[in-house]
Structure formats: C-alpha cells, structure tokens
C-alpha cells in the first residue's frame, strides 16, 4: 500500500485539500465589500477543484484505481486536522494562505507520483 500511496503524495494532498475547502467556504460565506476579490477567490478555488479532480483521474489511471478513493478519503480525515489549524491562524488565513498554497501542493503532488 505505501508504494501506492507514499507520503510524498499524501502530505501534501492533504494540505492541498484542506487550502482548497477554506477558499470554497470563503466564497460561500464571503462578507466582504469587493466583488472582484470574491471572483477571484472563486475562480481560484474552482480552478483548484478542476486540478484536484484531474489529479485523482490520474493517479488512478497510472498507479492504481483505489489509490485516489483512499487519497479522497485521507482528505476528508485531514479536515479534523485542519479545524485545528483553523483555530489557531482562522479560516480567513488558510483561505487567503491558500492563494499560494494549493498551487504549491499541487505541483508537488503531480511531481510525486510514483513512476
């Protein structure tokens, strides 16, 4: 199972999930006043949904079917996790934090697959 699942994909698709839902509950409970930076947050978590779910498509296709079900699932678990962090830095944080995390995890995620 951990040639399947190493933690050099697990790691950080767990933080990438976990920056993806914060900006996906910022736009749903966006209270601020500009509407360009709500667009934003919203094109940017959409884009980071598209490449979440091309990258599960992937990695089920080249290593092995039930390897993105459990990642999926690893995500999940990770946002028990991730109220913790919440708690310490806030949602507002991990949402903004998420401008340059999710697009850091993502390329590492895609340059860990296993050959």
């Not at 199972?1 to 993806?20: E, Q």
């Not at 028990?80 to 944080?93: T, Y």
């Amino acid at each position: 199972m951990s040639d399947a699942l190493p933690w050099s994909v697990v790691i950080p698709y767990c933080l990438y999930s976990m920056f993806i839902f914060y900006q996906q509950l910022h736009v749903k409970n966006f209270r601020g006043g500009s509407q360009s930076f709500r667009s934003i947050l919203g094109f940017t978590g959409f884009i980071g949904m598209i490449v979440g779910l091309v990258f599960l498509v992937y990695y089920g296709i080249t290593i092995v079917w039930w390897a993105p079900i459990a990642l999926f699932v690893l995500g999940l678990a990770f946002q028990l996790i991730s109220n913790i962090i919440e708690d310490v830095i806030g949602a507002f944080a991990l949402s903004i934090l998420g401008f340059i995390g999710w697009p850091i995890c993502a390329f590492l995620m895609f340059t860990a697959i296993p050959d």
